[in-house]
């Protein structure tokens, strides 16, 4: 129904009771637009001009709209609700937590851990998500001009396996995902090492004690 709106930005939430949200202003119209964190961080500063696409959520009791930085985020959000137990909140954190390209690379190449670290998605939803969508994502990458992120340099599966196993001991340990995020992306860029997760796991805890 609504493709997409281009207007100003008149406001960013990352944490309220109905989760992030934006506010996109259009010829005198203020539309209220729920997205993840993701979205929210990567948007220009209030005041400025943007295009989010949308998709446009009807239930019995309410209707919203839901926006994407770009149409690929939009389709791959669609895509994932075909799954059962999979609702808007837990398409945005898998799309927040995975990002569009790694999302898709991990339904295709059924690696459900990858998809098991999204708030939400269990070991059997994981699962799920893996065999009702593989065909279906492989088509539709098939179909788009779909370009992998550049990244820096190739990172290893030696290098995600530490990551993850870092990760998964200072979540255990009370710490919070954006907590971990941040601690982790500064023991990356100090590591001597980035295959060792107990250097990982010592910078990230040094980092954090710091703070």
């Keep these: 129904m609504i493709n997409y709106l281009k207007g100003e930005l008149v406001s960013k939430v990352e944490n309220s009771p109905a989760g992030c949200n934006i506010t996109v202003e ?5 539309y209220l637009v729920q997205t993840n ?7 220009p500063d209030v005041g400025e001009n943007v295009k989010v696409y949308t998709t446009l959520i009807h239930r019995e009791d309410i209707m919203y709209l839901c926006g994407f930085e770009n ?35 991990a339904v295709i190449g059924e690696d459900a851990r990858a998809l098991a670290r999204t708030k939400g998605v269990g070991p059997k939803l994981a ?21 992998a992120p550049k ?13 993850i196993e870092a990760e998964s001991v200072l979540l255990s340990l009370g710490y919070t995902k954006d907590e971990t995020a941040k601690s982790l992306e500064k023991a990356r860029a100090q590591s001597a090492n980035k295959n060792n997760p107990e250097e990982l796991l010592r910078i990230a805890l040094q980092w954090l004690a710091g703070e």
Excluded at 127 to 132: F, N, V, W
Excluded at 151 to 163: A, G, I, L, N, P
């Design 127 to 147: 699962q799920r998500l893996i065999l009702e969508l593989k065909d279906k994502m492989t088509n539709w990458r098939d179909k788009v001009e779909f370009v």
């Design 71 to 105: 149409r690929e985020d939009r389709d791959l959000f669609n895509i994932l609700q075909s799954v059962s137990g999979v609702g808007v909140k837990v398409a945005l954190m898998l799309l927040e937590e995975l990002g569009a390209h790694e999302l898709v690379s």
């Design 151 to 163: 990244k820096v340099h190739s990172e290893s599966q030696t290098e995600r396996e530490s990551y």
């Design 37 to 43: 964190r993701k979205v929210v961080n990567n948007l």
């Design 26 to 30: 259009v010829n005198g119209i203020g």
